[in-house]
């Protein structure tokens, strides 16, 4: 079946520091790859996704290149700020049921 | 305004009670779907719906039940609460347009079986 395996956290970086969270997929198929953000007492709001491999998804100054070759589609940001400290999931849908397979989540935290 | 609403947003129940969470939408898709949240596991399928005669079972769906009753709500019941159905639950929604794979997620509901 389906996997998405992400690094543990929680991160901690100070602020403008670069961001890396990897990522990597086990899936049949041509999955779609989608990074969400969790902000503290809220839902989940999509980040950045890719549809095809090499295809690099953005937002926000956010960045993730889905590898078909690796299976992995890391996070990146060059300078990360307060604001960003959040909990990041990266998660794959399947072509069939487009429902969603989570890694487990990244806790975020950016120091001042 | 919200696209995806969840009611009630935090509930306290008791084990063997029965609870209803619901989920509505204005966005006019047609997929929607029930996850549940834990702490370390991610997000994880309970049932997804393709349309209001189209109901399918997810990965965990074990203790749990739904309801399509039209195509903007989704309801999800426990029929016996027990304990270890504590966590956040969060309702979502896709549509089924080539190419419209994102999901839109509502914003949860804090569930306490005690």
């Known amino acids: 079946g389906n996997s998405v395996t992400q690094m543990e956290g929680p991160v901690t970086l100070s602020e403008e520091a670069f961001l890396t969270i990897n990522c990597t997929y086990t899936?049949?198929?041509?999955?779609?790859l989608f990074w969400y953000v969790q902000y503290p007492g809220e839902g989940l709001q999509l980040l950045l996704k890719?549809?095809?491999?090499?295809d690099k998804g953005s937002n926000k100054g956010f960045e993730a290149t889905y590898r078909k070759e690796t299976t992995s589609f890391h996070l990146e940001k060059g300078s990360v700020q307060v604001s960003d400290s959040a909990v990041y999931f990266c998660?794959?849908?399947?072509?069939?049921?487009?429902?969603?397979?989570f890694g487990s989540g990244t806790r975020l935290q950016v120091q001042p | 305004d919200a696209d995806v609403t969840q009611t009630p947003r935090n509930r306290i129940t008791k084990t063997g009670k029965r609870i209803m969470l619901e989920c509505s939408q204005t966005k006019g898709h047609d997929r929607m779907y029930w996850y549940r949240q834990d702490p370390g596991l991610g997000l994880r399928l309970i049932y997804y719906s393709f349309d209001v005669k189209d109901i399918n079972k997810g990965e965990i769906s074990d203790g749990y039940s739904v309801s399509r009753q039209a195509q903007a709500k989704f309801s999800l019941s426990l029929e016996s609460a027990i304990p270890n159905q504590t966590a956040l639950y969060f309702c979502a929604t896709s549509d089924s347009g080539q190419g419209k794979n994102e999901q839109f997620f509502g914003p949860g509901t804090r569930l306490t079986v005690l």
């Open positions: 998660a794959l849908s399947d072509t069939g049921r487009r429902a969603l397979t």
């Open positions: 890719a549809t095809k491999a090499d």
């Open positions: 899936a049949t198929g041509y999955p779609s």
